[in-house]
């Protein structure tokens, strides 16, 4: 699948005349998929499949590039953005990165979609030196500099997410019997671990573990396992189609235990609303950007700018889904690494300059969280805040929690 949203200029032929004066200057040597005019951008989606709520993003960044090339584009030159569907499957996943990377001849690779996929092209894109730029996935193994110079995270990793939750639940429910519902992959294994490791020697909490496949069709035998076990507190590590078959699930059995949902799938709109506010009251989660359906944000310049934007680039666009924000908010970071590239746009120095991140606000991001990297530190947003849905919308609660990088 390739998206055609981005209007773009068409190449601009230029002559071999003859030079009037001077030497010309010498011109940085850019990567390929770099012209005059434009600047190609990949991207690999699940606008298919079990993932497939999560397509949203990829439609919003879309959306943000037409918007920076009606605007004059990133120092002249159009961003062709190229999106192609992997349905959340791995060998489809190497598919279009190879399509991407040896047919289009993208500049880099962005946010990609996927623990699992992501893993599958980690290798290949590494050996290639082409940049696997702000994957859309929070697992620890995207901030390894040393080992995959070429592959950057952007949100907060699982690990510390896990970590956030078992710090909360030991302050607030020491005596919770917990069930966990998690996704049986390096994603779902991840913030397990940042959640046993949080606990410590309290790991005893946990009196059930329920995993599942992307494959499956539904959680409900898991969901009836975790209630057999008793627990009393539930979290769910699951992405939005699962994680809405949970709080749903639930709800029906009449189950009524404190519930904690991974921050990927905490969107009201691709996930609250479908398994019913009423059975989503009260439910836990921790977020990094602000929610779009919180009136608190009506007079909030950042949310007028976003909601305008909605207005004239994404009007079809679900104005409650956190992923429209998310998608705004990573588009806006690669286009602030792209202005840093200035003229350089050689694959090398879009991955230095997306290691020089320093202090970079995004407008949407909740007060106090910043993205910072640097060469040593490829996780560029470390901070969350806990937050509870109050069968309308999110509330925010507590302090901002600085996350580590991982391991």
Request: charged share 20%.
């Amino acid at each position: 699948m390739r998206l055609a949203r981005t209007a773009l200029l068409g190449a601009v032929a230029l002559g071999l005349g003859i030079a009037v004066s001077g030497v010309v200057p010498a011109m940085a040597e850019n990567g390929p998929g770099v012209t005059d005019t434009e600047i190609k951008i990949g991207h690999i989606g699940p606008y298919s499949g079990p993932a497939s709520a999560y397509g949203t993003i990829g439609k919003t960044i879309g959306a943000y590039f037409d918007k920076v090339n009606a605007e004059g584009g990133i120092n002249g030159r159009k961003i062709n953005f190229i999106s192609y569907d992997d349905g959340y499957s791995p060998p489809k996943t190497v598919e279009q990165a190879r399509k991407l990377v040896e047919s289009d001849e993208v500049l880099l690779i962005f946010q990609s979609l996927g623990t699992a996929t992501n893993t599958a092209i980690q290798k290949y894109m590494n050996a290639k030196k082409v940049p696997q730029l702000f994957v859309a996935t929070g697992a620890t193994k995207w901030g390894m500099p040393e080992k995959y110079h070429w592959t950057m995270g952007w949100q907060p990793n699982y690990q510390s997410e896990g970590r956030i939750y078992a710090a909360y639940i030991l302050q607030n429910y020491p005596d919770a019997k917990i069930g966990v519902l998690y996704q049986n992959d390096d994603y779902g294994k991840d913030l397990l671990g940042g959640l046993k490791e949080g606990l410590g020697d309290k790991t005893g909490m946990i009196v059930a573990e329920a995993p599942y496949e992307t494959s499956d069709p539904t959680i409900d035998s898991q969901i009836v396992n975790l209630k057999a076990s008793g627990a009393d507190l539930v979290i769910d590590i699951a992405t939005p189609k699962f994680a809405a078959q949970a709080i749903r699930k639930i709800g029906e059995t009449g189950w009524n235990p404190v519930q904690i949902v991974n921050n990927v799938s905490q969107s009201v709109g691709g996930v609250l609303k479908p398994a019913g506010f009423e059975n989503a009251k009260g439910v836990l989660s921790t977020g990094y950007l602000k929610d779009p359906t919180d009136p608190n944000w009506k007079d909030d310049q950042s949310f007028k700018d976003w909601s305008a934007f909605m207005d004239e680039y994404y009007p079809d666009g679900d104005r409650s889904s956190s992923f429209t924000v998310y998608g705004y908010s990573v588009a806006q970071t690669l286009e602030q690494v792209l202005r840093q590239a200035g003229d350089d746009l050689s694959r090398e120095n879009v991955m230095a300059q997306a290691a020089n991140l320093k202090d970079f606000v995004m407008p949407m991001a909740l007060p106090g969280i910043v993205v910072n990297t640097s060469p040593t530190d490829y996780f560029p947003i470390q901070q969350m805040q806990m937050m509870r849905f109050n069968g309308e919308r999110w509330e925010m609660f507590g302090p901002v929690i600085e996350g580590s990088g991982g391991n």
